[in-house]
């Protein structure tokens, strides 16, 4: 864990608990370069600890404008539960949402948000906005950062510095 | 035109252009309470001015936290265009959108947001934030409020009547 401008895990034990889902968001990051996307991955957890759903970012694949790796993750558990309500459930994403996903876990009672890397340019869950802890919403999520961040950066900076 | 809460039209001559295609989103606003979800329509309108998507709220029927209708018609319109860049388009939308939709026409690169009632709840284009005028982000869209208000406030009193 590294200190990070953005909420800080309250103690190393509890953001360690994410480290393996974390890590298997990643592991989808690395997929969204093979096709030209800015690689950021996202996991859905379930209550119980399974992962239920993952994906990365397709906006160039797709040319969908909103087709982030936390929006893809939270329709394909929508789906997969029947349900828009996925209380309980934790997204885990390489890299802070922004306020389009940021918002989509609000709508969805998404019970926690994990992210790993700061996006100070766009991000809605600490850095521009903190929507998924905004008390004039209706729901508000647990908010945890920080989680495997150095390895979300090294992908983004890697990514970066081969386009150039 | 009336006076709300919200940012105001510059002319009645400007917001009067768009109450046709708003007249449009009020029709699909009225299909979504067919199957009980919260009436809410959206058109998205080409520079030259015809209507390239049309769709309404679709969250209790699909199941989908994200299935508003502003997100069903940025898809709608990246797919059609084969691009998620949708310069110079306008989102028409009956009820002022939430910041996950506002999030969306920055990174569809939209033009214009137009839109009707405001949501002092949720609202993410004046109310709560306003994400489509945000300097520190990327893009900026115009945002035009009040666009036959009335009309969708009329809808939305009528469903939540009906609901109780």
């Not at 994410?18 to 298997?24: G, L």
């Not at 600890?49 to 969908?64: C, F, L, M, W, Y």
């Amino acid at each position: 864990m590294r200190s990070l401008p953005g909420p800080e895990c309250r103690r190393s034990a509890v953001a360690d608990d994410w480290s393996d889902p974390m890590k298997a968001a990643l592991a989808e990051a690395a997929l969204a370069a093979e096709h030209g996307d800015v690689p950021i991955g996202a996991v859905l957890v379930a209550p119980g600890g399974h992962i239920v759903a993952a994906d990365h970012n397709r906006r160039e694949e797709s040319g969908d404008a909103t087709a982030h790796a936390e929006m893809l993750v939270i329709r394909q558990a929508s789906t997969a539960a029947g349900s828009w309500r996925l209380e309980g459930h934790t997204l885990v994403v390489t890299v802070e949402p922004c306020p389009m996903c940021a918002m989509a876990a609000v709508w969805a009672r998404l019970e926690r948000v994990v992210y790993g890397a700061a996006d100070l340019e766009a991000g809605g869950a600490w850095s521009l906005y903190n929507i998924p802890q905004d008390q004039r919403l209706n729901h508000r999520c647990e908010l945890i950062a920080g989680v495997e961040a150095a390895a979300a950066r090294r992908l983004l900076a890697d990514f970066f510095s081969r386009r150039r």
